[in-house]
């Protein structure tokens, strides 16, 4: 068609008339459809609106119900039985004691642990599967079962290391364990091969390949996992009431061998409590436990789609 | 090693060297402390067994299983003590069957949004919104679901249903556990539905098919059975759930389904059975592990249940 130029009227004609044959063949939805995939839409934003409306109602509603209590003395003033003087001190000092040592424990554990799984055996070694089958399980296990863990064998039975602050690191760390395991896996797998080949072709043992390429590489999505863990572990109340919750701690936890207490547990105290007072300050702790979880939690999410690297 | 000095030398020196220089040490013991890092989760799991498992059997040289598991009288701290679990187990299938109902077509919705509706920015800053709501501690839906979710089922109760539920109620529980799964429902299944090949989606749409037909009878059936497994992880969560059941559903056992009345679950019984102070080897005791047995039992069959799911699943495309 050398003949053919657009410029002519015959051809704009052409052109018109073809655009508008096509147009109309197949823009032409029913209206039924339309109304249905409109309908069927809403429906689909309905429901995620719901899931949102209620997280929006739950912080509302705690930031609300706690606002007169939500000032320093809450973080400063220690427990007590009088709603008027009850604060978190004590509380956050035992989560910290807590938390300090369930990152000792879960760090070198966690990512031991998938390093050893994705580096150091093949996908038809026995011990591997044993270990991936228990950790799955494992971190589907309720939280009050790992409580009767703690409480049958950490604090009474073969430890035997009483109702303190190590004992209830253990027990959480263990809840916890699995969670790390699988993020760590999963970051240690997204390093590509050739990475590992190119470091063991220029001489790098196994372990100097793991330490100089893969956990560097790895870095971001095991932080994501260890920070999600902890997160976790700071929420956690139901493991801690078997070891001793009933027990009240007035006193700043002190050391790994001291009697503990915990933001979550001191919560559940004062909810438990008849007083009003007690239910403002229980929406008040549930406030600041929330902006540390929240937190915590962004900045993981935040770290894992900052340095999700594309190889 | 020269060239020359290859082929000086004879068959035998020409074998190239690829063993290590060193023996390595270091290396393997390294190694072997990484594998015993790995045995800590083996360890865990054989613990957890031992330690339910010994006061379990010793429960059941007191109670007779049968007693144990068809009893319909809960009342082990009473005297004398009745066994009989299933009050507690109805409570707990109770909780989780009104959770369900709630977080099921939620979850669902909101993946399908997620998956198919939602532009790439709404998906970006929905997503995390949603894995935040996963990260709320449980004690904070306990104390929702007594103090905001009781109150305004009371007040928009409507009369034909029946009595209104009190302060405590299956409903209430029910629904604050509805809200904790549904991330894991909505996360669960949209990992499966964006696994869906676009190669489905756009047949169908060369077929005519529009978009909501697409969403509803390609995608959401090519994925059904990672929703199917994010359901059952749902649903075992909302087994092994404490707080909630302890706060908003009572404590008094009760052989009910209906969801407005108070019940016992599993889990709150163990939470307020066994505090610190609990002695060891008293029958309340081994009640409790009994207890806790049976829970680890059913939370158990249904991980693997849904592990087996998605590992078939994962055949189909991948």
Redesign the interface.
Known sequence: MSDFDPKTARAQVAIAGARGVTAGVLSD?PRK?VV??G???S??????M???A??A??VG??LI?GWPRLNMDLLTNGTSSLPANAGLHSAIIGTLWIMAFVILFIV???V??A???EE?TGKESR??R??EV?????A??????????G???I???PLSLG?TVITASITLA?LV??VV?LVSREAIRAVPPSIREGSMALGA???QTVRRQILPAAIPGIATGII?AI??A?????PL???????FVTYDPSGPMSGFTAM?LV??NW??QPQEEF?VL??AG?VV??AV??A???FA?WLR?RYEQRW | MQASDIAASGPAAMKPRLE?ASP?YG?KI??A??????????I??T??VI??LV?SVEFFGDVPIKDFLFGTDWGPTFTPPTFGVLPIVVGTLSITLWSLVFAI??????A???S??ASRRVRRI?K??????A??????????A???ITPQIQKFWPGFLGDEPGIFSALAGGLAIG?LI??II?TVSEDAMSAVPNGLREGAYALGA???KV??RVVLPAALSGVVAGII?AA??A?????VVL?AAGNTPNLTLNPTEPIQAM?AF??TT?????A?GSITYKT??AV?ML??VM??L???LS?RIVRRYREVYE
């Open positions: 939805q459809d249905r995939n309908l069927f839409g429906l689909l934003f309905l429901g995620i719901i899931a949102l209620g997280l109602l739950l509603d705690n119900k070198p554990l966690g031991g642990s390093v050893f799984l150091f011990f591997a044993a270990v228990n950790v799955q399980n494992l589907a296990v309720p939280s009050i079962i790992y409580g009767l863990l409480l049958a064998f604090a009474r039975g109702f263990l364990l699995p395991i043992t196994r372990l999600l997160s976790r700071i929420g956690e109340t139901a009431i078997p070891l001793g919750a009933a027990t979550p919560i559940f909810v438990k239910q229980a929406a549930i436990l929330l979880l929240i915590m939690n962004s999410i789609n | 290590a390595r290396e390294t190694i402390l990484l594998a015993a890092c790995a045995a800590i989760s083996v865990t799991t613990a957890i330690s339910l006061p077509p939620i979850g669902i919705a909101s399908l949004y997620l198919e509706y929905v995390p919104v949603l894995e935040v709501l990260g709320v501690p449980t004690v904070a839906f306990g104390f929702f007594l103090v905001f809200l549904v991330p909505a529009t978009k909501s969403a509803a992880l075992s969560r087994i092994g759930e404490t707080m706060l889990t163990i939470a066994a505090t610190g102070d609990i060891t409790v592990f806790a829970l680890f939370t158990l249904m991980n693997v592990i």
